[in-house]
């Protein structure tokens, strides 16, 4: 019987060597200790025996049972620790590894270019407004002087919403809204998006613009003059030539184009000023009677001037940036450089 045991006992070592895993592990414990047992079926046929032989079986089967006991518990914790160590091995942290680069995000050069004008301005005196993008044909065109047949009022050149609505083409209807709310003397800035059903290298069908308006009485051509002059340098830099141009606007008489001096060539004349060596940035003049009267100001006692800038094109000369198109692309190479 001993020897039976015996055998039983060093099948089951036998067994426990190759074992890997928890689940063959249980599955030896159970055979080998569990209730059906080959020992448990040896204790069964036990009653054959007499008392004197089957208390020392007895215990010698107990204490096979306790090795073994034993030798499970070891062959448990060796698996445990083992799976263990996999882990800690795979899981290994490499810290000489260069760390992952926070992205920041910043400004848009638009947006830079609008709190830079914002700052300007305030510290001149001006009340910075905003306006309705979508605006009345009444206030985008009628008021400011410009004639039914204006070729701007076109289709082609108009987003229409109805007959009497449209996206606005400009910021210059937000001198009549602010000249019906407010009593001269003033000063105004408003800037904002504007459309144009456009698109190409210098154009998108969304732009930004400024629009400054000053009214008062007593405000001459030559006020007009260093106030633009002033706010154009602080923008471009004190050393920046500036020159004005006759031109044509309906809403103001008489009308100026400013120019600045080329940033590419400091007025030498290249490719990008077409060789005169100025680049066009805004359009101003005094402010024409009929819209002084259409924002309910008498133009017999007041006057003032008016002027318009668009924002991309500001920003372009600034950073010599030759494609508006890439304001809008959100390319973070692009925008990363700002
Ligand atoms: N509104 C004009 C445009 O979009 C720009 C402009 C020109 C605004 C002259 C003005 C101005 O206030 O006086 O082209």
Request: with cysteine; proline share 4%.
């Amino acid at each position: 019987m001993k020897e039976k045991i015996t055998r039983i006992k060093e099948q089951i070592l036998e067994g426990l060597k190759p074992v890997k895993d928890l689940g063959q592990l249980n599955e030896i414990k159970i055979k080998a200790l569990g209730k059906k047992s080959e020992f448990n079926q040896l204790l069964k046929e036990m009653v054959n025996l007499k008392a004197e032989e089957r208390k020392l079986i007895g215990k010698f089967v107990n204490e096979t049972k306790n090795i073994l006991q034993e030798k499970i518990d070891e062959k448990f914790l060796e698996i445990k620790n083992n799976i263990k160590k996999e882990r800690i091995e795979k899981e290994k942290i490499d810290i000489s590894l260069p760390g992952r680069k926070q992205v920041h995000g910043s400004l848009h050069p638009i947006t830079k270019t609008i709190f830079q004008i914002k700052e300007i301005v305030s510290e001149m005196g001006f009340d910075i407004v905003d306006g309705p993008e979508i605006e009345l044909v009444k206030y985008n065109f009628d008021a400011l002087n410009i004639p039914k047949t204006h070729p701007s009022r076109e289709k082609t050149d108009t987003f229409y919403i109805t007959d009497e609505i449209v996206l606005r083409t400009q910021t210059s209807p937000m001198q009549i809204r602010y000249m019906m709310e407010h009593k001269p003397p003033f000063r105004m800035i408003s800037m904002g998006k504007v459309y144009r059903p456009d698109y190409d290298v210098s154009h998108t069908p969304m732009f930004h613009q400024v629009e400054g308006l000053m009214v008062g009485e007593n405000i001459s051509f030559a006020n007009f003059k260093a106030m633009l002059e002033l706010i154009v340098k602080r923008i471009f830099g004190q050393e920046r030539k500036v020159r004005f141009r006759p031109h044509f606007f309906p809403f103001t008489e008489p009308s100026a184009e400013m120019d600045v001096e080329c940033g590419v060539c400091h007025g030498e004349g290249c490719r990008v000023c077409k060789n005169t060596g100025w680049l066009e940035i805004l359009g101003s003049g005094m402010v024409n009677a009929k819209v002084l009267e259409a924002g309910g100001i008498d133009s017999t006692k007041y006057q003032g001037f008016a002027f318009g800038i668009g924002l991309e094109r500001v920003t372009m000369l600034k950073h010599g940036i030759d494609d508006l198109r890439a304001f809008f692309e959100n390319d973070v190479r692009f925008l990363e450089q700002f």
